[in-house]
């Protein structure tokens, strides 16, 4: 099998496998051509890539600005979810309360059905953890919201700065 063959046979993973391991199967190496060829491949890389040219080069600035926007979108997503993080720990902590109560207070419920006796009253420590549940469900609910509403607003000031980079550009360009 020629080299081009072999590049072209054998995933790159591989390749960098057997070169880290190159060292380790050296000495089961000896006398085979085929393991040895293997063990000197060497991956290509990337060709480097072209700069834009001439008018096209000139709005390189708008790629930039792009990047930037969503560098600037994607931390400030991150900080708000941050945020968010105490409100989502504190639903599924008390969805850890709850759950065991209320499956206590169902399964009381059924035996109950079943020897045909009135059902037992409701746990009010249950009924106090679902209506904080529910609180704090609806906090995460309005969070959300306003979330979204900045989103857009932040999104739209992002647009901004591209358009304001593509008019810069643009005008210098002509």
């Known amino acids: 099998m020629n080299r081009r ?13 057997a070169a880290a391991h190159a060292g380790d199967a050296a000495p089961a ?8 060829a293997e063990a000197k491949l060497e991956v290509p890389s990337a060709p480097a890539e072209k700069p834009l040219q001439a008018c096209a080069g000139k709005f390189q600035p708008v790629v930039d600005a792009y990047q930037q926007a969503h560098d600037g979108l994607l931390a400030w997503l991150k900080k708000a979810s941050s945020r968010m993080e105490a409100v989502d720990a504190k639903i599924a902590e ?8 209320s499956a206590k207070e169902t399964e009381q419920r059924l035996t109950a059905m079943r020897k045909r006796e009135p059902a037992p009253p409701q746990d009010p420590e249950l009924q106090a953890l679902l209506t904080d549940l529910k609180a704090q469900e609806a906090r995460r609910k309005e969070l959300c919201d306003v979330l979204a509403a900045a989103a857009a607003q932040k999104v739209q000031e992002f647009n901004q700065s591209v358009t304001d980079a593509l008019a810069k550009a643009s005008a210098e360009s002509n």
């Open 94 to 101: 008390l969805k850890a309360k709850v759950e065991p109560k």
């Open 5 to 17: 063959a072999l590049l072209f046979s054998v995933p790159a993973l591989i390749l960098l496998s």
């Open 29 to 36: 190496a000896e006398g085979r051509p085929e393991v040895q």
